[in-house]
């Protein structure tokens, strides 16, 4: 009987170690809010951030691409949410050519991607990213059409020659 409460225990103890390593992983990682006051506080209530950096790892939260009103050009759309991923990432120290995955949610992936894969080519450069495109029912915004989610690795720091 005590053997098995001993292996209960352990078991138990196991079982909760992922969580607070995890917990504890974001602690030690460099969290980046947004730096415009209102995302900031959206971000707050809702309980994100721009992004994490955890080691050389970068974790972007997804950036929502939208229409203006009245605006009908999907490529300047994605031109703001790519700029937009381009300063979270400098100021993560790092930079589009240390994207190393891309996943896109789509509200109509067909009609989506040629204005998307047009902006992604001025800013993405070979060797390429992995990338997947995801077709979904719709985002938050409603007025969302595309959100984007970036890993990238932080570059190793430059060392000089003596």
């Given at each position: 009987m005590q053997r098995r409460a001993v292996g209960l225990a352990l078991l138990g103890a196991l079982l909760l170690t992922p969580g607070a390593a995890a917990g504890q992983a974001r602690r030690q990682a460099t969290v980046l809010m947004s730096e415009n006051e209102g995302a900031r506080r959206g971000q707050e209530e809702w309980g994100y951030s721009d992004a994490v950096v955890a080691g050389d790892s970068i974790y972007l939260s997804g950036i929502v691409v939208g229409l203006r009103e009245g605006e009908t050009d999907l490529a300047a759309a994605y031109d703001r949410a790519y700029r937009h991923i381009g300063e979270?990432?400098?100021?993560?120290?790092?930079?589009?050519?240390?994207?190393?995955?891309?996943?896109?949610?789509?509200?109509?992936?067909?009609?989506?991607?040629?204005?998307?894969?047009?902006?992604?080519?001025?800013?993405?450069?070979?060797?390429?990213?992995?990338?997947?495109?995801?077709?979904v029912d719709r985002l938050i915004p409603d007025r969302g059409i595309t959100e984007i989610k970036i890993v990238a690795r932080r570059p190793a720091p430059a060392t000089t020659a003596n």
């Open positions: 979270i990432l400098r100021r993560a120290g790092a930079s589009w050519d240390d994207v190393v995955d891309i996943t896109s949610y789509h509200t109509d992936v067909t009609t989506q991607m040629e204005a998307i894969v047009s902006v992604h080519r001025r800013y993405v450069t070979a060797p390429f990213p992995a990338w997947t495109a995801i077709d």
